[in-house]
Nanobody
Framework: QVQLVESGGGLVQAGGSLRLSCAASGRTFSSYVMGWFRQAPGKEREFVAAISWSGGSTYYADSVKGRFTISRDNAKNTVYLQMNFLKPEDTANYYC???????????????WGQGTQVTVSS
């Protein structure tokens, strides 16, 4: 399976921006649909965004649509999540994940990174 490592998390003020990166082992990177999920303390893990194999289609949770942008660079084996206009409710551990198909449920993502913490203060 592909190995995933997230980076770019940190502490920011409300209204600020962060860009998360997810670096993959890359042997068959373009064969994976890539997604971002997040989990806050005391809450279930939830879907944030996903992008198709070559980047032609993107999908977003309603809570982040218009504020977050997912992109990928297959030549660099990297997926990004640009987060703008951050809110305190965006505070969570953010995980990068990979799926072999375009079924955007947690159980269909077979590879996961260890997560990167995003904290938004008010």
């Amino acid at each position: 399976q592909v190995q995933l490592v997230e980076s770019g998390g940190g502490l920011v003020q409300a209204g600020g921006s962060l860009r998360l990166s997810c670096a993959a082992s890359g042997r068959t990177f373009s064969s994976y649909v890539m997604g971002w999920f997040r989990q806050a303390p005391g809450k279930e893990r939830e879907f944030v965004a996903a992008i198709s194999w070559s980047g032609g289609s993107t999908y977003y949770a309603d809570s982040v649509k218009g504020r977050f942008t997912i992109s990928r660079d297959n030549a660099k084996n990297t997926v990004y999540l640009q987060m703008n206009f951050l809110k305190p409710e965006d505070t969570a551990n953010y995980y990068c994940a990979a799926s072999k198909g375009l079924i955007l449920t947690i159980t269909n993502f077979g590879s996961w990174g260890q997560g990167t913490q995003v904290t938004v203060s008010s």
